[in-house]
C-alpha cells in the first residue's frame, strides 16, 4: 500500500469521524511543525470523550512527535511517474516473480484456504506481498503513530489522515497495533502496507489466534489482502488483468496505474506455475 497524491494500497475516501470537531481540528492544521504539540493535546482531549481509554490515549499521546521524515517522504514520491518497464525494474519484478513461484508452493495450503474462502489466488496477493515489503522482509522504519499523526496535523490531507490516526487509536485499544509499531512512511502496517483504517474494515484473523497482526503473521497479511480485494468487488474464478472483471479491484488497491499493471503482471507469471 504504497502512497501517491491520490493514495494507494488500500486506501478508500473516507469521512472524518470527528464530524463536529473536525473544523476545529483542521483550522489547527499546519505545513510545518509548528503548533503540533497543541494540536497532539487538543486531538487527546477529543478523542478522550469518544470511547477510547484515558490510560490507552496518554500512551500514545506520550509516544508520538511530529515526523519529519514522513513529510519528506509525502512530498517526494516519483516512482509511480515511471514507464511499465522502468517501474518493474525499479521494484524489482523478475525477482518476486522468482522469489513468488517458491513462496506459492511453500505455502501452498495457506493459499489454498485463502482462495476457497476469498476467491482470490496466489498470483495477485504474492505480487503485493513482494512489491510491497519483500515478502514482510522489510516492513518500515518509521514510527506508525508518529506517521499517521503527522500527516493528520498537516494541511496537505489533514481530513482523510484524521480518519486515519483515529482508526490507529482504535487499532491500539483491540490490542492490533502495538504503540512501538514501526512501518512505513505514511504509516502503512504490516507484510502488505494497510493504513490503519483499512486494518479496521478489512483485516482478518487468518491464524486464528485471536488477533490482527498484519507484521508478525503472514496469515493474516495475506488473508486481509484478499479480503479487501473481494470487498472491491473481487470475483471468483473471473481474470484479473485490463480489461477483465477482478482488474477494478486491483485498482482498489493502489490508484497508480503503473502499480496496477504491475500486480497484474506479476500475478498472472506465478499464477501459470
Known amino acids: 500500500m504504497r502512497l501517491n497524491f491520490t493514495l494507494s494500497a488500500a486506501l478508500i475516501s473516507v469521512v472524518s469521524v470527528f464530524a463536529g470537531s473536525g473544523s476545529a481540528l483542521a483550522a489547527a492544521c499546519s505545513n510545518t511543525s509548528a503548533g503540533f504539540e497543541q494540536w497532539a493535546e487538543a486531538f487527546k ?20 512527535s511530529y515526523s519529519r521524515s514522513t513529510i519528506s517522504a509525502d512530498r517526494g ?17 523478475q525477482t518476486i516473480i522468482n522469489r513468488g513461484k517458491g513462496m506459492k508452493k511453500s505455502n501452498a495450503a495457506l493459499f489454498a484456504r485463502i482462495e476457497q474462502r476469498y476467491g482470490v489466488p496466489a498470483g495477485p496477493l504474492i505480487a503485493i506481498w513482494g512489491m510491497e515489503t519483500g515478502f ?49 512512511a505514511h504509516g ?25 497482526d498484519l507484521v508478525h ?49 506479476i500475478g498472472a507469471r506465478i499464477d501459470a506455475e
Open 45 to 64: 482531549e477529543q478523542s478522550a470523550g469518544s470511547g477510547l481509554s484515558p490510560r490507552m490515549l496518554d500512551q500514545v499521546f506520550s509516544s508520538i
Open 136 to 184: 514482510g522482509s522489510f516492513l518500515g522504519k518509521e514510527h506508525t503513530l508518529s506517521a499517521v499523526a503527522t500527516l493528520a496535523f498537516d494541511c496537505r490531507r489533514s481530513e482523510f489522515f484524521t480518519d486515519q490516526f483515529r482508526a490507529a487509536l482504535e487499532l491500539v485499544q483491540a490490542g492490533n497495533l502495538d504503540i512501538n509499531a514501526k512501518g512505513a
Open 217 to 265: 503473521s503472514k496469515a493474516d497479511a495475506l488473508a486481509s489482502t484478499a479480503n479487501f480485494l473481494k470487498g472491491h468487488g473481487w470475483q471468483a474464478g473471473a481474470g484479473y488483468q485490463q480489461g477483465e472483471p477482478n482488474f477494478a479491484a486491483i485498482q482498489g488497491w493502489n490508484a497508480a496505474t503503473v502499480y496496477q499493471q504491475a500486480i497484474a503482471y
Open 77 to 93: 514520491q516519483k516512482s509511480f511517474k515511471l514507464s511499465f518497464d522502468q517501474f518493474m525494474q525499479k521494484r524489482g519484478g
Open 188 to 212: 502503512e502496517i504490516g507484510q502488505t502496507q494497510f493504513l490503519p483504517r483499512n486494518v479496521v474494515r478489512f483485516g482478518v484473523d487468518g491464524d486464528g489466534n485471536g488477533h490482527i
